[in-house]
């Protein structure tokens, strides 16, 4: 890219991917803003005219919207939390030579490759059942009553299978940046006379930290827009016990008909979305830079 | 006190044989270096002294006690590495702290020795920068910090100026050795670099597949080096080996001469033509093709007009001849 020529060549080439994904971008999200300002509803059409701020003003007045909000928080923060701090561990236990290694490695990395609806549905069926599964027979075996699990701890199930199924991802990611780990620094470390554990807080925990940022960069907005597992487990209930900003505009506007609702949800979590973003960028985008 | 003696020590890895049986005393603060070609052991030798390493058989003693099963941290040894192995979080001065910190020195002690090393080793005005903002050799210099502070019994180094460009090389390697004249503690060196070893040791320790070659100041290696190996491994340019005939005269099988043990006169026995020909300004390097003998190499003085092409005579300093046997070993 050194000559005048071949800049204006490689702009003339960058352009039609730039456009495309622009308009990729654009047009979905200008259609959501203006359908959130129209009465929308699919149940009487032809009837669309412009209303204004009033979806707004129904969205935030749902009774749902704000368990919703906070379900949603929970949801993101907690499988955050378990997968960074179990993915840490998972890496550590990997590096270390073992018998059956890459085997071992594939086993850890496989729910990652199983479908959300699928693995809720195992979950559901296979391990969480309360008459059929796995728990509920080991719960009988040691004479203590099965949990319904959707019944009584609904969002902590969910929060769970979703665990479950972003472990592998956060492993693999700190498992890489574990095996970047300088071996001379750690032999230094010994021969400094740090143990394990001072070891593992001094060189370890700073050496993963960016690792660990890409995983809760990338987790959080995947995490934002979980809808299968919920949708195939709980369906949002009891009540809105494991309602999420997401399940909430699929309600509204799926199952009410509701578009122009829908959509004013959907901007409602576009904003937040952002509003995360800027905070976790604030808190540790920090530990990006070299 | 530091005193390191190792006796039939031994290291294998997996069925293959590293170090076969070195026997070596180290005294109490000698400077030794460990040369050798790559893959000859040397490193591994040191990380057994370090315990970074089990070995396989034998006793490592150090100050007297038996050092073989202790972990490392326990053996009063501080090491520096070839990649510096500096912690990137950490400023300079809590790298240089870090090892008085695990062992639990007060605050105000550590800072007076972490100021104290630092002045030595003219790192003061970095103190509070982060590893990755230092140069190479500063780098080196905190590494070098980090193991002043513990007062170890030995140091020890493992290729510690390979990273650095060759001016740095020379200037570090005054700094360590003047480091080893004011502290006086034992140092054990590894190096790939025969000037290095050559500058800096008291003794050199010649390594070569595992075993030791031979052992003993530069110079006595220089002078009388005890086999082929040594002979041609110490000293640059390297020393001209003559199998043969020309051998044969002197009672030998092979005859080593130093290029610089060679001259040029008008009735020297050995007729060449000159080959490549190397002005450094103080020096002249010559590859001459001896006839009856093959490629000599001749290292005479800087002014010597000689060109590619041109006839010389040469003639080998007599009482500078080195003769080998069939076996490799020096003849006496």
């Known amino acids: ?290 | 006190m530091g005193e390191i003696v190792l006796s039939e020590v031994r290291k294998s890895f997996g069925g293959v044989s590293i170090i076969q049986g070195i026997d070596l005393v180290i005294p109490d603060g000698e400077f030794v270096v460990f040369v050798g070609p790559s893959g000859c052991g040397k490193s591994t030798l040191l990380r057994l002294i370090a315990g970074l390493e089990d070995t396989s058989s034998g006793t490592i003693s150090i100050d007297g006690k038996d050092a073989t099963k202790l972990p490392p941290a326990k053996r009063s040894l501080a090491m520096v590495f070839q990649s510096y192995a500096l912690y990137p979080h950490m400023s300079v001065r809590k790298n240089i702290a870090f090892p008085l910190r695990m062992a639990g020195l007060p605050a105000e002690e550590q800072q007076r020795k972490v100021e104290a090393a630092a002045k030595v080793l003219n790192l003061t005005p970095y103190l509070d920068r982060k590893p990755s903002q230092l140069s190479g050799g500063q780098r080196q210099r905190v590494a070098i910090g980090r193991a002043i502070v513990r007062e170890p019994a030995a140091f020890l180094f493992d290729e510690p100026l390979s990273n650095l460009d060759a001016a740095l090389r020379v200037s570090m390697r005054q700094e360590i050795s003047e480091l080893h004249h004011t502290l006086k503690t034992t140092m054990i060196y590894v190096t790939h670099d025969q000037v290095e070893a050559m500058t800096m040791a008291d003794r050199i320790v010649v390594l070569n597949a595992g075993r030791i070659e031979q052992v003993g100041s530069p110079l006595e290696l220089y002078r009388s080096p005890a086999n082929l190996f040594v002979a041609g491994f110490i000293g640059s340019p390297k020393m001209n080996l003559i199998e043969g005939a020309e051998a044969a005269k002197y009672g030998a099988h092979t005859l080593g001469v130093r290029p610089e043990h060679i001259d040029i006169a008008e009735d020297g026995p050995w007729k060449g033509l000159v080959g490549l020909c190397e002005h450094l300004g103080s020096d002249t390097f010559l590859k001459v093709e001896v006839e009856g003998i093959g490629q000599i190499n001749v290292r005479v003085g800087g002014d010597v007009p000689l060109r590619h092409g041109a006839r010389v005579n040469l003639a080998p300093q007599a009482d500078k001849l080195h003769r080998f046997d069939a076996g490799g070993k020096a003849m006496v």
């Not at chain 1, 129209?38 to 749902?64: H, I, K, Q, V, W």
């Not at chain 1, 236990?93 to 086993?107: A, E, H, N, S």
């Not at chain 1, 059929?132 to 004479?143: D, H, K, S, T, Y």
């Not at chain 1, 799926?254 to 959907?266: P, R």
């Open chain 1, 1 to 290: 890219m050194a000559t005048q020529a071949s800049r204006i060549a490689g702009r003339l080439m960058l352009s039609p991917v730039v456009v495309l994904l622009f308009l990729w971008m654009i047009v979905p999200l200008g259609m959501t803003i203006y359908f959130s300002f129209l009465r929308f509803n699919l149940l009487m059409p032809g009837t669309e005219e412009f209303t204004g701020f009033e979806n707004y003003s129904y969205f935030f007045t749902d009774p749902a919207f704000w368990p919703a909000l906070v379900n949603t928080l929970v949801l993101v923060l907690g499988v955050l939390v378990i997968t960074v701090v179990g993915g840490v561990a998972l890496a550590v236990l990997l590096d270390q030579p073992m018998w059956g290694q890459g085997i071992v490695r594939i086993l850890v990395i496989a729910p990652f490759f199983v479908m959300p609806s699928v693995s809720a549905l195992v979950w559901k069926n296979m391990l969480m059942n309360p008459v059929n599964g796995l728990f509920a027979a080991l719960a009988r075996g040691l004479g203590l009553e099965p949990i319904d699990f959707f019944a009584d701890a609904p969002l902590a199930s969910i929060i769970a299978i979703v665990a479950w199924q972003w472990l592998p991802f956060a492993t693999l990611i700190l498992f890489t940046a574990m095996q970047s780990l300088d071996r001379e620094q750690m032999e230094a470390a010994e021969m400094d006379g740090a143990g394990p554990i001072w070891r593992f807080v001094h060189l370890t925990i700073p050496h993963l930290m960016r690792a660990a940022t890409v995983v809760v960069l990338i987790q959080t907005i995947f995490l934002l827009s979980v809808f299968a597992e919920i949708l195939v487990t709980t369906n949002g209930g009891p009540g809105t016990a494991s309602t999420t900003l997401t399940f909430l505009v699929y309600m509204q506007s799926m199952l009410q008909f509701d578009v122009g609702l829908g959509s004013a949800g959907g901007i409602v979590a576009v904003i937040l979305a952002n509003i995360v973003a800027i905070f976790l960028m604030r808190m540790i985008g920090k530990n990006l830079e070299a």
